[in-house]
C-alpha cells in the first residue's frame, strides 16, 4: 500500500515505523523539509520524503499526523490530491483542562471531511500516547490493543483496518464518521482520568459479559453478586 504521512512528530514516527516494517511504501512529508528528511532517513528503506503536497500526492491513504487546529487548513490546501483518496485522522482536539475543544460543534474528523470533502475520512489511533502505538506489539494481558475505527466508506475502512493490524492491534468496527466525535470525547475523559486524576481509565469498564446487565455471578456464599 502506498502511505503518504502529513507530519514529522510523534505519532507520525510511531505509525509509520510499523507500515515501514510492513513493507508499505511511505513518503514523510512535512512543511520542514529537513524533518522529513530526517524521520525518512531513520525509518530507512525505500521511504521517501518530501513537502506536505507530495505526501498527500503519493499516499492512496493518507495520514494526518497533525495538531488539532493545523490540520484542517493543511487539508484545505491539499483537497485536491486527496481527491478519492483516504484520509486517517488521529487526531485529539483536547485543550487545557482536558477540555473537548470542539464541543457543541462538528469533531475534528468531521472538519477534515468538511475541507476536503472528495476524500474518504477514516477516525482511528486516537486513544493512546504516542509511546504505545511505538511497542512491537501493543499487547495487554496477552491481548492485542484494540483500535475503534470509524467512518463511511467501506474500502477505506479496509485499508484501515488492515494498517491497524500491520500495528499488532485488533480492528474493532466504531460506526460511521459521525461517531468520530465520540471517540474525541472518549480520548479527552480518558486522559482527564490519567493524567488529571492518576485513575486507571481501563478499570471504568465491566468486563463484556456483564455490560448489558444480563450476566450476573454468585458470590462466594451463594448469593448473587449482579442482575
Not at 95 to 124: N, W
Not at 134 to 156: H, I, K
Request: aromatic residues 4%.
Amino acid at each position: 500500500m502506498r502511505i503518504g504521512v502529513l507530519g514529522t512528530g510523534n505519532m507520525a514516527d510511531a505509525l509509520a515505523t510499523h507500515w515501514a516494517r510492513a513493507g508499505h511504501e511511505l513518503t514523510i512529508g512535512g512543511r520542514d523539509a529537513h524533518k522529513a528528511e530526517r524521520l525518512a532517513a531513520r525509518l530507512g528503506g525505500s521511504v521517501k520524503h518530501g513537502s506536505l503536497r507530495s505526501a498527500a500526492e503519493s499516499g492512496q491513504v493518507v495520514l494526518a499526523a497533525l495538531p488539532f487546529g493545523a490540520g484542517t487548513a493543511v487539508v484545505r490546501e491539499l483537497r485536491t490530491a486527496l481527491e478519492g483518496k483516504v484520509l486517517l485522522d488521529c487526531s485529539n482536539p483536547v485543550g487545557p483542562g482536558f477540555r473537548l475543544l470542539t464541543e457543541g460543534g462538528p469533531s475534528a474528523a468531521q472538519q477534515l471531511a468538511a475541507a476536503a470533502p472528495g476524500a474518504h475520512v477514516i477516525k482511528a489511533f486516537n486513544l493512546c500516547h504516542e509511546d504505545v502505538w511505538r511497542m512491537r506489539p501493543p499487547v495487554f494481558d496477552g491481548r492485542p490493543l484494540a483500535v475503534p475505527v470509524c467512518g463511511d466508506d467501506e474500502r477505506a475502512l479496509a485499508r484501515v483496518r488492515e494498517l491497524v493490524q500491520d500495528v499488532g492491534c485488533a480492528p474493532v468496527a466504531g460506526g460511521g464518521l459521525e461517531r468520530a466525535g465520540l471517540l474525541e470525547a472518549t480520548a479527552a475523559l480518558f486522559i482527564a482520568l490519567w493524567v488529571g486524576e492518576g485513575a486507571d481509565a481501563q478499570a471504568v469498564a465491566p468486563p463484556l459479559a456483564y455490560a448489558t446487565g444480563s450476566s450476573h455471578q454468585e458470590t462466594e456464599g451463594g448469593t448473587e453478586a449482579l442482575r
